[in-house]
């Protein structure tokens, strides 16, 4: 990890507005790569930080608490938003790995990389991700409106439309992510079409 984070909110604040929302969503998704990590910890025996894991949340709670105070051409939104970040990074030095802030919706964002390159940013495709596998671990009175909410709040994305992407290539993604590395995830070993389309339709991704 580094010594120090040397970030100057105010040109932050002044950068193209999608690349702020981008960072905000994948921080947002922290709350789905920690509940991947304790369900990797209960069904597979990994390894898990407590205090990597719920520094790791608290950071995406900042954000979705915080939500509607962020807004384009604000620093104090950029301070928000750099501190959520700086503690993502040091949840994830806690941990020794990536997994306080990477599950099955960076999964599904790596396979969109492949299955449709360049269309959207990182942190929007995983934000995406995270709606539909939060609604994968509670159902459908979960976080997963709570996630979708702040998200639209951000003007981020939150429907395979808005990030440029079909419905078949969003499917793909999802039925497909668990091949992308050996990171137990609530996809388990892959989940079906119908159940993918079912989630996507459910949370309004599709």
């Given at each position: 990890?580094?010594?120090?984070?040397?970030?100057?909110?105010?040109?932050?604040?002044?950068?193209?507005?999608?690349?702020?929302?981008?960072?905000?969503?994948?921080?947002?998704?922290?709350?789905?790569?920690?509940?991947?990590?304790?369900l990797a910890?209960?069904?597979?025996?990994?390894?898990?930080?407590?205090?990597?894991?719920?520094?790791?949340?608290?950071?995406?709670?900042?954000?979705?608490?915080?939500?509607?105070?962020?807004?384009?051409?604000?620093?104090?939104?950029?301070?928000?938003?750099?501190?959520?970040?700086?503690?993502?990074?040091?949840?994830?030095?806690?941990?020794?790995s990536s997994?306080p802030a990477?599950?099955?919706?960076?999964?599904?964002?790596?396979?969109?990389?492949?299955?449709?390159?360049?269309?959207?940013?990182?942190?929007?495709?995983?934000?995406?991700?995270?709606?539909?596998?939060?609604?994968?671990?509670?159902?459908?009175?979960?976080?997963?409106?709570?996630?979708?909410?702040?998200?639209?709040?951000?003007?981020?994305?939150?429907?395979?439309?808005?990030?440029?992407?079909?419905?078949?290539?969003?499917?793909?993604?999802?039925?497909?992510?668990?091949?992308?590395?050996?990171?137990?995830?609530?996809?388990?070993?892959?989940?079906?079409?119908?159940?993918?389309?079912?989630?996507?339709?459910?949370?309004?991704?599709?």
């Amino acid at each position: 990890p580094p010594l120090a984070v040397i970030a100057d909110t105010g040109v932050i604040a002044d950068a193209p507005w999608e690349l702020t929302t981008a960072g905000c969503a994948d921080i947002i998704s922290n709350y789905t790569a920690v509940a991947d990590w304790t369900l990797a910890k209960r069904l597979k025996g990994v390894e898990y930080s407590e205090y990597g894991g719920a520094l790791s949340r608290m950071t995406a709670e900042m954000l979705v608490d915080n939500a509607d105070l962020i807004r384009p051409g604000l620093e104090e939104s950029a301070w928000i938003v750099v501190k959520a970040l700086v503690s993502s990074g040091v949840a994830m030095s806690i941990a020794g790995s990536s997994r306080p802030a990477s599950g099955a919706e960076h999964l599904f964002s790596h396979q969109l990389d492949r299955i449709a390159p360049g269309r959207a940013l990182h942190g929007h495709q995983v934000g995406v991700g995270s709606i539909m596998t939060a609604y994968l671990h509670d159902g459908p009175d979960g976080l997963w409106r709570d996630i979708r909410d702040a998200l639209a709040s951000l003007d981020a994305p939150t429907t395979a439309a808005d990030l440029d992407v079909s419905e078949a290539e969003l499917l793909e993604a999802l039925t497909s992510a668990h091949e992308i590395r050996d990171r137990y995830t609530v996809l388990g070993d892959g989940i079906t079409e119908k159940a993918a389309r079912d989630v996507a339709e459910t949370t309004g991704v599709i």
